[in-house]
């Protein structure tokens, strides 16, 4: 088995498939089938618990639909508060909360960013 890196960060084996072909899978589904004995259906995708690409091991991998997916990878942002002016946001976007990256740990309201780099233009 031939292990090679996959552009989006993930590692990809070669498996010699049936009638002499070879097969290329990502390695995380290759391993997930391979403990559970099953085969993935193509709406499944296996999500590393960890969030890093790189650790395929079992205990890491688990099955998720591609539905379901997204959910497991936003960050809990209800406790999050404005840098500046110490408030909690309400500005949404598609459903979800906007904050803006604020120096090393800090987060900064719509409100407040805009005026911050309106400020840092002039």
């Known amino acids: 088995m031939v292990r090679s890196r996959h552009a989006q960060g993930y590692f990809r084996v070669y498996v010699r498939g049936v009638n002499k072909k070879d097969k290329r899978l990502l390695e995380h589904r290759f391993v997930y089938e391979q403990y559970h004995k099953c085969c993935l ?10 969030h890093d690409r790189l650790d395929n091991r079992i205990e890491n991998l688990v099955a998720v639909s591609r539905r379901g997916h997204p959910s497991l990878h936003r960050k809990d942002m209800t406790n999050r508060k404005c840098a500046i002016c110490n408030r909690i946001s309400i500005t949404y976007y598609r459903g979800s909360q906007v904050w803006y990256k604020y120096q090393s740990n800090g987060f900064l309201c719509k409100v407040c960013y805009d005026r911050t780099h309106s400020q840092s233009k002039r």
């Open 41 to 50: 259906l193509s709406w499944v995708q296996v999500h590393h618990i960890n």
